[in-house]
T-cell receptor, first 113, second 116 residues
Framework: AQSVTQPDIHITVSEGASLELRCNYS??????LFWYVQSPGQGLQLLLK??????LVQGIKGFEAEFKRSQSSFNLRKPSVHWSDAAEYFC???????????FGKGTTLSVSS | GAVVSQHPSWVICKSGTSVKIECRSL??????MFWYRQFPKQSLMLMAT?????????EQGVEKDKFLINHASLTLSTLTVTSAHPEDSSFYIC????????????FGNGTRLTVT
């Protein structure tokens, strides 16, 4: 069955520290991969996406993610976290263009001062 | 670009009444829209796929008679929660895809439904 796993439910990092959020997927073929961020009571904002090509993708707000086929992973990284990055982060996978996405359970990021 | 507008952002209704939620793609056309439901501190679960000009496709376990979906135009899909009960209280989020170079799934800001 297709699935997306985010192993970390909650992560706390210090402001200015680096961040890595993990995401693993199980899919029949290489899926389209996405990272979204959600603030409380809000919808989802797209951070970045991977379809093909360069396995290191850059997104908004200084985020990047690396696709590793051998590990079925698409981890999200940021070199220096800001307090405003505190939110819920979702990894998602999809098949052909325009289809619905399967979401992981999300990782809550807290930023300490 | 690629803005999805969802209305209302929150609604409180009494048990037994119906509530309609609108989802609009403001600057692009969407033949397909997706409706998700999100429980507190949980992930998004796909409820149904809304198809312009045809019937919606519901995920297993979703009651089509309770969650009525209409996709009357290329920019508007509606979700009506009929005969709402407290267990229907949730966060409902719609989304619409853009294809081509800017391909992604774009989300509305969600609707918080509380049934009393």
């Amino acid at each position: 069955a297709q699935s997306v796993t985010q192993p970390d439910i909650h992560i706390t990092v210090s402001e200015g520290a680096s961040l890595e959020l993990r995401c693993n997927y199980s899919y029949g073929a290489t899926p389209y991969l996405f990272w979204y961020v959600q603030s409380p009571g809000q919808g989802l904002q797209l951070l970045l996406k991977y379809f093909s090509g360069d396995t290191l993708v850059q997104g908004i707000k200084g985020f990047e993610a690396e696709f590793k086929r051998s590990q079925s992973s698409f981890n999200l990284r940021k070199p220096s976290v800001h307090w405003s990055d505190a939110a819920e982060y979702f990894c998602a996978a999809g098949g052909q263009a325009g289809t619905a996405l399967i979401f992981g359970k999300g990782t809550t990021l807290s930023v300490s001062s | 670009g690629a803005v999805v507008s969802q209305h209302p952002s929150w609604v409180i209704c009494k048990s037994g009444t119906s509530v309609k939620i609108e989802c609009r793609s403001l600057d692009f056309q969407a033949t397909t829209m997706f409706w998700y439901r999100q429980f507190p501190k949980q992930s998004l679960m796909l409820m149904a796929t809304s198809n312009e000009g045809s019937k919606a496709t519901y995920e297993q376990g979703v009651e089509k008679d309770k969650f009525l979906i209409n996709h009357a135009s290329l920019t508007l899909s509606t979700l009506t929660v009929t005969s709402a009960h407290p267990e229907d209280s949730s966060f409902y989020i719609c989304s619409a895809p853009t294809l081509g170079q800017g391909e992604a799934l774009h989300f509305g800001n969600g609707t918080r439904l509380t049934v009393t």
